[in-house]
């Protein structure tokens, strides 16, 4: 096919929380990506000055050659900064690339598999309450599945009791008639992660992801084995490199790249391809905006071993009035259905992007942050 030669690269911040770039070649032809990270966004900025001094007059087709230089070619590779730039620059070469041939991505990574993908909401928030209505409303909507925040603050020891809430806030989700996710976020250590991953055993969650951060294999691999309730994790893992040696380990069941995190959309192809060989699901994080979402979809349309997909409309961060289809003209694409995503069919990442709503949000830039938590001793404590 022709040349695409990159005549610009552009970066955005949107709100609640998100990043966007947009790449633009020399004949006008323009992709959108999503290099999101929360609470980093000035840092990911930075690092496409690297990006626009190597790739400005490189030919957008050669995605591959592209990334293999932008991951390889700095010496310093990897981490989440320089992963979510490159992984939201990816997104919008294969946006470029399929519009410039009137395919989705997926028609470019092997075919379509499926035709719609389960998805699951987000109830509650970092510190869940009414979870019986809010579970009913997603039921409402569609959904048959959600996630939830398995717990505010832990102390690193307690005693059971500790575990009670946990248990009444799963059980009436249950009792709208919907599977649950249980999110332990990395805030509960060992001591208690292995309790409480026993108690929660019986009820028979889809999964309890992150159960200790992913800075802690040997201790993951020990709650594997010590219950039959499946492990998900991979939100906070960058490259095929960094999944590796959970896989050889067996400390997981289910894993969640995220496409905005994990250098793209090729790269977690890859990655879900190292899965499938350990017969492990393929579940991609996605608490973000729309061009996340729907890089997502172009992976669950070409790869057999993607379970379910995250979504995150309605989602507790999405505050000010921002929401997951406000800046694209084509919410249809992303709307579920009966609790599926449908399978884009448009050209690129398949959804469009309102650009004027983008530059004027731009002007105003977010400065998100996480909130910051602490112990009753005053001790910091995981968010």
């Known amino acids: 096919m022709a040349e695409l030669k990159i005549a610009r690269i552009e970066t955005f911040f949107v709100p609640p929380r998100w990043m966007f770039c947009r790449v633009e070649t020399s004949d006008g032809a323009v992709g959108w990506g999503e290099p999101s990270l929360e609470g980093h966004a000035e840092a990911v900025e930075g690092a496409f000055e690297a990006l626009k001094d190597r790739f400005i007059g490189h030919d957008a087709n050669r995605i591959e050659d592209i990334w293999q230089i932008a991951y390889r070619g700095g010496f310093y590779r990897g981490g989440p900064v320089l992963m979510s ?9 294969w946006d470029l690339k399929g519009k410039a041939l009137g395919v989705p991505a997926w028609e470019m990574l092997g075919g379509r598999v499926r035709d719609r993908v389960r998805a699951y909401a987000w109830i509650g928030g970092d510190r869940p309450h009414e979870i019986a209505e809010a579970a009913k409303a997603r039921a ?19 005693t059971p009791r500790l575990f009670d809430e946990v248990v009444k806030r799963v059980e009436a989700a249950q009792g709208a008639g919907l599977d649950v996710g249980l999110d332990f976020h990395g805030r509960v250590h060992r001591p208690m992660a292995k309790q409480l991953a026993k108690v929660l055993e019986p009820l028979g969650l889809l999964f309890i992801e992150e159960p200790l951060l992913s800075e802690n294999p040997e201790g993951l691999k020990q709650i594997a084995e010590l219950v039959s309730t499946p492990i998900a994790l991979g939100e906070r893992l960058f490259s095929r490199w960094d999944f590796k040696p959970f896989f050889e380990m067996g400390a997981v069941d289910i894993i969640q790249p995220d496409l905005s995190h994990a250098g793209g959309l090729l790269e977690c192809r890859k990655i879900a391809a190292m899965a499938e060989a350990y017969d492990v699901a393929v579940a991609p994080h996605c608490p973000l905006g729309p061009l996340a979402l729907a ?28 929401d997951l289809l406000n800046f694209t003209t084509t919410p249809e694409v992303l709307t579920p259905q009966d609790g599926y995503l449908p399978i884009p069919t448009r050209p690129g990442l398949g959804i469009s992007i309102d650009e004027d ?7 105003d830039r977010h400065r998100w942050r996480n909130p910051v938590w602490r112990q009753h001793d005053g001790c910091f404590a995981e968010w």
């Open 85 to 93: 730039a490159l992984a939201g620059f990816e997104q919008a070469l």
């Open 295 to 322: 890089s997502c979809l172009q992976l669950a349309a070409c790869t057999p071993n993607v379970a379910i997909q995250e979504m995150s409309l309605g989602i507790h961060y999405n505050a000010g009035g921002h």
């Open 140 to 158: 409402g909507q569609g959904f048959s599945a959600v996630k939830m925040n398995a717990t505010a603050e832990l102390d690193w020891i307690g």
């Open 357 to 363: 709503a983008v530059r004027a949000a731009d002007k």
